[in-house]
Each structure stands twice: as C-alpha cells, then as structure tokens.
C-alpha cells in the first residue's frame, strides 16, 4: 500500500505571494490532517479534514487554508507569505480521523519564504 | 486541549532499556495517549497508543497509572537507530474529532 505523498518535496517563494500545497493521503484514509514545523515552535496543528470538511482547526491566522476533494486529496494554501512561514509542513492520513486511530505522516514539504 | 510536557532530551547506550515519562495533568476522559518518533526531514512515525494501564507491541511498551495524569514509553534493548525525537500526544479520542498537540519532544541520542 502507498504511503501519503506530498508534493512538491521543496519550495521556495518570496514574501507576500501564495503558495498551494498537495497531500495524497493512503487509499481508504478519509482524514488528512496538516502540521506545520519549526525549530522554534516545534511541531503544530494546522487543520483537519474528513469528507471535504473542516473538522477541526488549530490557532494559525485566516491565511492559512485547506481544502479536501472527494478523493480525500487535500490541498493546502498559504497566502501573503511571510518570512515566518518557512517550514516543513507535513500532512498526515488516518482513516476516519479519531485519536484511536494511528496518523500516517507524509515526508513533508520544505518551504523557504525568502 | 491537554498540555504535554517531556524531558527535552536523554542520553542512552546501545541495549540498554529507555523510559521516557510525559506528563499530561488535565488530560480528559475522553484522551488517548499517542507516541511518535521522527527522524530529521521526515515525518513523524505512530509508535503506540493507550488508553489505560499498559500496551506493548514489537516495537514498545505504554505505561499509564490509573490516574493517567501521565505516561512512560518503555524502549527495550534501544539501538543507534533509536535516536531520534519522541513526541508524546493527548487527543479526544471517541468522537472522531481531534485535538492533538504535539508538545517538543525528547531528543533520544543512543551511543556505542
């Protein structure tokens, strides 16, 4: 069975533009969660999506956002980038989202806001 | 949401047994206890997950005292492949809703 991919791997953009992110998460898992990472903040909760909804949403500023197709594919989308948002973001599956069942993690994409 | 606070780092040799305790005082009825290791530049990797009392699988043992105001995650005979950061996880669990947080983690270095 595949994992959970993540493209692109890395990225580079420049302060205040947009950048869109893609997570294919394990066939059958109808959750995907994104996680942000720093070496400041540590690893923190972004949003969680099950069946094309928002389910829940982690304490980061209206730029950040999500969307989840019917394929439980989800995208991400970070807008006015700032120099703060350089991060590994992670995106990670499970198969309906409960604390009872475990997070599948992708690698991750870099990205460096310049 | 459950604040989770670990050692920020430990130091082990190689087969020897490594505990590492997390502490979660307000962890709620409905929170599980999940722990993860990541590697540098990837993603985290689910180790175990508990409830109450003790879990094991092949990879770890999960301790939680009755009280569950904390957990030990129990690594057996570690390896130098065991270095790496754990996180350990209080989330709802039972509603499919989430509330995860990752706290900062131990950094695990294992030597010769």
């Known amino acids: 069975k595949a994992g959970v991919t993540q493209t692109p791997r890395y990225l580079i953009k420049t302060r205040g533009q947009q950048v869109t992110l893609s997570c294919s998460p394990i066939?059958?898992?109808?959750?995907v969660s994104w996680y942000q990472q720093t070496p400041g903040q540590g690893l923190q909760f972004l949003f969680e999506?099950?069946?094309?909804?928002?389910?829940n949403k982690g304490n980061f500023p209206g730029r950040f956002s999500g969307r989840q197709f019917s394929n439980s594919r989800s995208e991400m989308n970070v807008s006015t980038l700032e120099l703060g948002d350089s991060a590994l973001y992670l995106c990670?599956?499970?198969?309906?989202?409960?604390?009872?069942?475990?997070?599948?993690f992708g690698p991750g994409t870099r990205l460096t806001v310049l | 949401l459950a604040k989770t606070t670990q050692p920020i780092s430990m130091d082990s040799y190689e087969g020897q047994e490594v505990n590492i305790t997390c502490s979660h005082n307000?962890?709620?009825?409905?929170?599980?206890i999940t722990w993860y290791q990541q590697f540098p530049s990837q993603g985290p990797r689910f180790i175990i997950q508990?409830?109450?009392t003790k879990v094991t699988n092949e990879v770890a043992s999960l301790f939680i005292p009755a009280d569950r105001k904390s957990s030990t995650l129990s690594l057996p005979r570690v390896s130098l492949s065991d270095t790496a950061v754990y996180y350990c996880?209080?989330?709802?669990?039972?509603?499919?809703?989430?509330?995860?947080?990752f706290g900062s983690g131990t950094r695990l270095q294992v030597q010769p």
């Open positions: 990670a599956s499970s198969r309906t989202g409960g604390d009872y069942n475990e997070q599948f």
């Open positions: 508990g409830y109450k």
């Open positions: 996880l209080v989330g709802e669990g039972g509603t499919g809703r989430r509330a995860l947080t």
């Open positions: 999506y099950f069946s094309e909804t928002q389910r």
């Open positions: 307000n962890i709620a009825t409905n929170d599980y």
């Open positions: 066939s059958g898992h109808r959750s």
